[in-house]
Nanobody, 127 residues
Framework: EVQLVESGGGLVQAGGSLRLSCAASGFTFDDYAIGWFRQAPGKEREGVSCISSSDITTIYYADSVKGRFTISNDHAKNTVYLQMNSLKPEDTAVYYC???????????????????WGQGTQVTVSS
């Protein structure tokens, strides 16, 4: 059974940090890019970051998080992390991880479809 399980969300004050984890199982982790997405109430889904290490490491960041968020992976644990620093109230959203056999994209339109999705974890940043 394919599973992507997010954890690490919570409530944090503006300027604070959180680290999200995405634990993958049921598929060949090394073959897939893992991305982070978020969706706030009333807003379209946004691609936040992606990492792919199948042959060469490819990393994507949305402009809105560049310089504040860092994505990394641990192949031994089949886990991808999203370190989020200098959090802002506008970062408040449900964060999802997703797996894509076709690698990281240059952009992520709202209609983007991944192969597998997690259930999401809530991140709330208070002002």
């Amino acid at each position: 059974e394919v599973q992507l399980v997010e954890s690490g969300g919570g409530l944090v004050q503006a300027g604070g940090s959180l680290r999200l984890s995405c634990a993958a199982s049921g598929f060949t982790f090394d073959d897939y890019a893992i991305g982070w997405f978020r969706q706030a109430p009333g807003k379209e889904r946004e691609g936040v970051s992606c990492i792919s290490s199948s042959d060469i490491t490819t990393i994507y960041y949305a402009d809105s998080v560049k310089g504040r968020f860092t994505i990394s992976n641990d192949h031994a644990k089949n886990t991808v992390y999203l370190q989020m620093n200098s959090l802002k109230p506008e970062d408040t959203a449900v964060y999802y991880c997703a797996a894509d056999l076709n690698g990281c994209r240059g952009s992520y339109p709202p209609e983007y479809v991944a192969d597998y999705w997690g259930q999401g974890t809530q991140v709330t940043v208070s002002s």
